[in-house]
């Protein structure tokens, strides 16, 4: 992906006419040429050795960095302090001053010499889809934590020699290959958005859309039956690939990294942890698989080229944090939804259900009391990729959860308010075509709500007011729009409430969670604390159990805690929870409208 801003014509006269003034000696101006090499002699070290041959060196010093994250995955991993072992030589041999300049720069003293020569080590430790990882038996390298680029210098093409542990025959990347085990990227955004695995590979059978071969190889791809797994992929593609209709590469690959979670979106392949088995084989196992590959592959789409401004030209150095994850993430997942179900392989009622389990756990998480979608998108860094799940309430909200049915909800409303002429695949097609294909760029916050409304005719402040606000959308409103009904009516639940959810750990009953506000939570029972008795009787989960069947609203109990070596005991009034099914149904009698839009909605 390039990713200049273009120039007029008179700024590209000015930048000859400077560089020509200064005889090429600038640093923009001049040309580096840059080679790696990368080889991983000793596995069972877990280290790979990384030689860089630097030439059309001309300034005084060079900054060499290496960045502190991986975009697709928005947190800080600080790469560097893997790296080990850094020694720098002109071609004779001689060694070149070097000192570190901060935590991810090495400020290298190249005066006077043309070309330089960087020997460093990765250091890796676990198999991941965002860090390197070399073993006996393969090896992964996460590009933003393995090669260097020079400060201001991303323009720069880039050579990548891999010399495979002997006996690996088979590299998997979406980089474009010169000869064997030899690669070229134009620019250091596009080797970094280039994964490469190593090892004795297998692949599963490759197929085409639209004529570009789509691969599957990894390490220990497992037993199951290949063809048939492939051939449902390949129906996921194409109804990705027909929200959009263009394709944007020669080719793509999934990238199979082994066993693990996980998966990290690239411009033409995705790093997936994936571990197959007989469960492929039955509908209930390949379903899951199968939207996780769609999300990744859609990202293509929607992340990598229809992109929030912030993510690209991205900031290697800090991370670049936006409000618009929500999209990115969010409605990515909405569609990896969607497109089983415009596949043919997911029924329309197990959509719905899907929807319902969403909501459902949006609805019913405090989070959703406390945190904006946008602000958990700008949070992110901090927060961790699912929200804090370590506090005592966890007051955030993830992206995952909320943005796949704001996108439901959007896509809703412009249905409607356009009678079923445009969809939010018309969004989708739109931020493709004019901010990437025609501007080559990311769209801002404001740009993205206004193609929103250009598309649906008309103001969408409500719908937004669901994204920067906590307001509870008007989900039966919404719904309504394509026939559908839900229940948002909270019921009163049989038998007694105390909200403590524990488990038998060490011979001992620990409190796993608690109901936030529940009478546990009020009379400050919190997570991990010893449950010793109930009313008298030594604690069990059994009898926790029952206090909630045979009991009743307002019964009086004692529980009997242990926190950090501390007795309490402390009585309880026992309370009635509701809960709100969120169920989704077809309305009986839909109108000609609602009929049309929930037809077409899931291409029934
Ligand atoms: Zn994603």
New binding site residues.
Partial sequence: MKMQPKFSSFFLLFILFISGTTNGQSNKASRLEMVYTVSMEQPESNTFQVVLNCGGLSENYYDFKIPVWMPGYYQILNYANDIKNLKISDLKGNPVKWDKANHNTWRVYSGGVKAIELNYEVKTNRSFVATNYLNSERAFIAPTGLFMHVADQINVPVTVHIKPYRGWNRIATGLEKIKEFTYHANDFDILYDSPILIGKLEELPFFTVKGVPHYFIGYQLGDFNKEAFMADLKKVIEAAVAVIGDIPFKDYTFIGIGPGGGGI?HLNSSAVAFTGSKSLDKPGGRMGILSFLG??YF?HYN?KRIRPIELGPFDYDNGSRTNMLWVA?GV??YYDEMLLRWAKLESSEQILVNFQQAIKKYETSPGSLFQAVSQASYDTWSDGPFGRIGDEVNKTVSYYDKGPVMGMLLDFKIRHETKNKKSLNDVMRTLYYTFYKKENRGYTEDEFRKVCEQTAGGSLAEFFSYIYTVKTPDYVKYLNYAGLTIDVKPRVMEGAWHGIHAAVVNDSLRVRDVDWNSPAWIEGIRRNQVIASINGQPASKTLLDQITKQNHPNDRIKIETFDRGKKAIIPMLLGKKSETSFEIKRLSRPNELQKIILKSWLKE
């Fill in positions: 979106e999300h990744e990202h992340a993430e990515t997942t």
